[in-house]
Nanobody
Framework: QVQLVESGGGLVQPGGSLRLSCAASGITFGVYDMSWYRQAPGSQRELAASITTSDSTIYADAVKGRFTISRDNAKSMVYLQMNNLKPEDTAVYYC???????????WGQGTQVSVSS
């Protein structure tokens, strides 16, 4: 059974930091590209950051320079370090595992991030 379990969300003031974690199980983690998506109320889910099996990364323009995605294949974990958070970063953040070659995608349940004073 595949599971992606996110943690680390919460309420933070503008300018603060959070570190999201996603623990994967039931998959051969190292062969999956991993991504963080986010969905704000009333908006579509959008890509925040992605890291490939070879550690190449991409970021949405809105988070470049503030967010850092990383992975630990030995622990089957992916992280999203979020600094200088802004109110517009408020969203549910979802972990995604994707094996592009086979068209396989798994999602976590999401973790809420709220940025407010």
């Amino acid at each position: 059974q595949v599971q992606l379990v996110e943690s680390g969300g919460g309420l933070v003031q503008p300018g603060g930091s959070l570190r999201l974690s996603c623990a994967a199980s039931g998959i051969t983690f190292g062969v999956y590209d991993m991504s963080w998506y986010r969905q704000a109320p009333g908006s579509q889910r959008e890509l925040a950051a992605s890291i490939t099996t070879s550690d190449s990364t991409i970021y949405a323009d809105a988070v470049k320079g503030r967010f850092t995605i990383s992975r630990d294949n030995a622990k089957s974990m992916v992280y999203l370090q979020m600094n200088n958070l802004k109110p517009e970063d408020t969203a549910v953040y979802y972990c995604q595992a994707r094996r592009r070659t086979f068209g396989i995608t798994f999602w976590g349940q999401g973790t809420q991030v709220s940025v407010s004073s």
